[in-house]
């Protein structure tokens, strides 16, 4: 299977500090997702990005297919922000890396 | 917009009993639906993929008599995990995939499982 690698594995970010995220994977695929895991354990879908950017309010993500990346941005960080990120290509299913896990502080 | 709907949100169960757990998609047709299973501080891990009225796909090492699945229509999916034991505890994700005219897939809100 794919191969995903996520980091940092964790972040501590002050409220409105601006932060990147980097997902790796070992394979090409179809396409990848990003979601945000809150506390309660519901995922949210924040982006399905097979390539290019794109931009939703103060998240922003973009994804180099042919260099097998992808990149979240955090920018203006909220304490609401808190949680695991989780990337996921997408090869006909998910596979998912181990997550960033995100502490904003107020 | 496309609402997966998971129930139980938490179910506490005796170890040797059983427990399902029902998926439905709310205001579309899911003709595949996923089935994760996640430890605390773990990524989710694909248990099998669930095809609408045939027999559901096991990844390897996940035992397909203790975790039953069944896809009998294409608004629902339910996971039973059969002689539950202490081990079986986690948290359990489903997930469908968004077709024509969306992108990507939907998640439930997850079922938390403690066998005791």
């Known amino acids: 299977g794919i191969q995903v690698e996520q980091s940092p594995p964790d972040l501590i970010l002050q409220e409105g500090a601006n932060s990147t995220l980097r997902c790796n994977f070992s394979?090409?695929?179809?396409?990848l997702q990003w979601f945000h895991q809150n506390p309660w354990g519901q995922l949210i879908n924040l982006f399905y990005i097979p390539s290019g950017t794109k931009q939703n309010g103060r998240l922003s993500a973009t994804t180099v297919a042919t260099e097998r990346y992808s990149l979240l941005y955090i920018s203006s960080s909220q304490t609401t922000d808190s949680g695991v990120y989780f990337c996921?290509?997408?090869?006909?299913?998910?596979?998912f890396g181990a997550g960033t896990t995100v502490t904003v502080r107020a | 917009g496309a609402v997966v709907s998971q129930h139980p949100s938490w179910v506490i169960c005796k170890s040797g009993t059983s427990v399902k757990i029902e998926c439905r998609s709310l205001d579309f047709q899911a003709t595949t639906m996923f089935w994760y299973r996640q430890f605390p501080k773990q990524s989710l891990m694909l248990m099998a993929t669930?095809?609408?009225?045939?027999?559901?796909?096991?990844e390897q090492g996940v035992e397909k008599d203790k975790f039953l699945i069944n896809h009998a229509s294409l608004t629902l999916s339910t996971l039973t995990v059969t002689s539950a034991h202490p081990e079986d505890s986690s948290f359990y994700i489903c997930?469908?995939?968004?077709?024509?005219?969306?992108?990507?897939?939907?998640f439930g809100s997850g079922t938390r499982l403690t066998v005791v």
């Open positions: 669930s095809n609408e009225g045939s027999k559901a796909t096991y």
């Open positions: 394979d090409s695929v179809n396409n």
């Open positions: 996921a290509p997408d090869d006909y299913k998910l596979s």
């Open positions: 997930s469908a995939e968004l077709g024509q005219g969306w992108n990507g897939y939907t």
